[in-house]
């Protein structure tokens, strides 16, 4: 197993402290799959987070505790960056809450194992010996492609809750099955995910959509498609996002004639990573597309406040939720391929860090209405062409660049300040509408007819 000098040297260190230095988890793991190295490598040893700072003492490694509770250690050399566990039991609460109620750190590694959480991350690598140290039977199941937990499974996952979504992330990007017990352990406590922090499930979902490019020699193509459906085959789409498991649920006809549960993996399949988030979330609010057999009104507003509600309930930022508004609040028009130059004029003024985003959404909504993949279409070629547009300034992009003022505003109608910028905004959208600046003629004449209208 390749590891680098710098740890080669570090194993000498710890063994002259009397102290055996061990990789574990996925840097050791993906080389037995054949791999190649992982770019994250965890460490272990019985050595105490303190004892490692005074032993590197003078060394070329740098070494800070970052978590003394837990014992762990981070210790920086050259451009590498390892993080060092010490051997430890841990005791949980009983709400499933990811981190431990206690710790205790220990000399054994077969019972450091058993705190871990898959058998296929709890193999261990002597660096100075060279040797592999497999205490629950790793290897065996890396090369069965099974996922079986470390320990008795319905404690593994009431103990910890996020392990439920590692599961899911680790099976489906390595291309194993989960054993049985394990699985239904899972579903037996996906209640638990409620407790758990939103930084820890955002964190879960976004490597979960990604979970085809984790591995790229393995070509699970389809790896993150097949991690949503586990997460509804196991109950836990509602602890995440509770909107979109009410419009799943009700699994109403799409327009495309496709139900939304199957509409949703053909989104998903033509998305590109960047907006699979969005393609999640896009059908959140289809329970009110088809009632009593009769097509309904669009859903695409109401899929994008869904969609921004659960996103900022999970704590993403400002500008992934402006993304996935901004791309499932014209949903229906991209997928019918009805989103207008004057239309995307008008979204580039306020979501102009957003088109890259839309363009790519916009390919992958119209793909899945017409159940194939399309190089192109008229929405497409309209985003880009306003986004082009935009940037040589052919049409005002924010209300200072309006050529009307406060003060002709007042001569129409004496509005205060507010409302005189709300004619100009008004104004912005118009001249978006005909990609053009407008004169100041134009805008008195369109602004007399606003108050006109207001009046």
Do not use: W
Request: positive net charge; hydrophobic residues 40%; glycine residues 4%.
């Amino acid at each position: 197993m390749f590891v680098p000098n710098e740890l080669e040297k570090l194993a000498d260190i710890f063994k002259k402290h009397k102290s055996t230095l061990y990789v574990v988890g996925g840097y050791v793991r993906s080389q037995l799959m054949g791999l190649g190295t992982d770019p994250d490598i965890d460490l272990a040893s019985k050595t105490k987070p303190h004892d490692i700072i005074k032993m590197l003492i003078g060394t070329d490694f740098k070494a800070t505790i970052m978590n003394e509770r837990a014992g762990v250690v981070e210790i920086v050399v050259g451009n590498y960056r390892f993080e060092h566990a010490t051997f430890r039991t841990e005791k949980y609460a009983v709400s499933g809450e990811h981190m431990p109620a206690e710790v205790e750190f220990i000399d054994s590694v077969d019972e450091d194992a058993k705190r871990r959480d898959f058998s296929c991350n709890a193999i261990y690598y002597d660096i100075y010996s060279g040797q592999i140290v497999d205490p629950l039977g790793g290897e065996v199941d890396i090369k069965n492609k099974i996922l079986r937990a470390c320990v008795e499974p319905r404690y593994l996952f009431k103990n910890d809750a996020e392990r439920i979504l590692r599961m899911i992330r680790f099976a489906c990007s390595c291309g194993f099955a989960v054993e049985q017990k394990t699985l239904d352990a899972a579903k037996d406590n996906v209640f638990r995910l409620k407790f758990l922090s939103m930084a820890r499930k955002r964190k879960e979902v976004g490597r979960i959509l990604l979970a085809d490019l984790k591995y790229p020699s393995l070509n699970l193509q389809f790896a993150h498609i097949q991690a949503i459906e586990m997460l509804k085959d196991i109950g836990a789409i509602k602890y995440l996002f509770p909107n979109l498991n009410e419009a799943l649920e009700m699994n109403n006809q799409m327009p495309n004639g496709e139900t939304a549960e199957d509409y949703l993996n053909v989104l998903l399949h033509f998305a590109t990573p960047n907006v699979r988030l969005v393609a999640l979330l896009a059908l959140c609010g289809t329970d009110g597309y088809e009632k009593n057999g009769k097509v309904q009104k669009g859903f695409s507003k109401e899929s994008a406040d869904e969609a921004e509600y659960q996103l900022r309930n999970l704590e993403y930022s400002n500008e992934t939720i402006k993304v996935a508004t901004c791309c499932i609040a014209n949903f229906e028009k991209l997928s019918k391929d009805k989103l207008t130059l004057s239309d995307a004029r008008i979204i580039s003024i306020t979501n102009y860090n957003q088109l890259d985003e839309l363009e790519d959404f916009a390919l992958a909504a119209r793909s899945a209405h017409l159940l194939g993949n399309v190089e192109f279409s008229k929405s497409y070629v309209n985003i880009r062409l306003a986004k082009k547009q935009n940037n040589n300034k052919l049409f005002a992009t924010n209300i200072n660049q309006i050529k009307i003022t406060n003060e002709q505003i007042r001569e129409i109608k004496d509005f205060n300040a507010e409302k005189c910028c709300e004619i100009k905004q008004k104004l912005l959208v118009l001249g978006a509408k005909k990609g053009r600046l407008l004169t100041n003629k134009e805008n008195l004449k369109y602004a007399r007819k606003l108050i006109n209208q207001q009046l």
